[in-house]
C-alpha cells in the first residue's frame, strides 16, 4: 500500500526475517521518508526496530533465481540494506509485486 502524506512517500507491507534455517517470522514493515520502521503487526501497536536509510546502500539483484532463497518450503524474494561497513539488515519478501515495490521505493528514498 502506497499513500502520500505531507510530501513524504510511505510503503508498507507485510515482510519477513529468517532466524534460523527454517525459522522465518513475519512483521510489517513502514517505509517513511528516510526511516524505515518494523512493527509485530499491521495493527503497528508494537515497533520492534528503526533505521535511518541516511548513508545506507541497497543490495538488489534482480536475477529471479539469485534473488530467491527458500526457507520453510516457501520461495522468498531476498532485499539486503547495508547499514554500514560491518552491519547488513536483510529482509524478504513472499510475492513479485512487493519485491518491486520495496527495490523501487528504497531507491528512490536512499538516492
Known sequence: MKLKMKNKYIYES????????????????????????????????????????????IIINDSPTSANEEMAGKIYRRIELKLSQQFKRVFYVDNEKDYRSWSKNLKRQIG
Do not use: S, W
Open 14 to 57: 507485510k515482510v519477513y526475517f529468517k532466524f534460523g534455517p527454517d525459522q522465518v517470522e513475519q512483521y510489517y514493515m513502514t517505509l517513511k521518508g528516510t526511516d524505515l520502521y518494523c512493527y509485530d503487526g499491521e495493527e503497528k501497536a508494537n515497533i520492534k526496530f528503526m533505521h535511518t536509510l541516511i548513508g545506507c546502500f
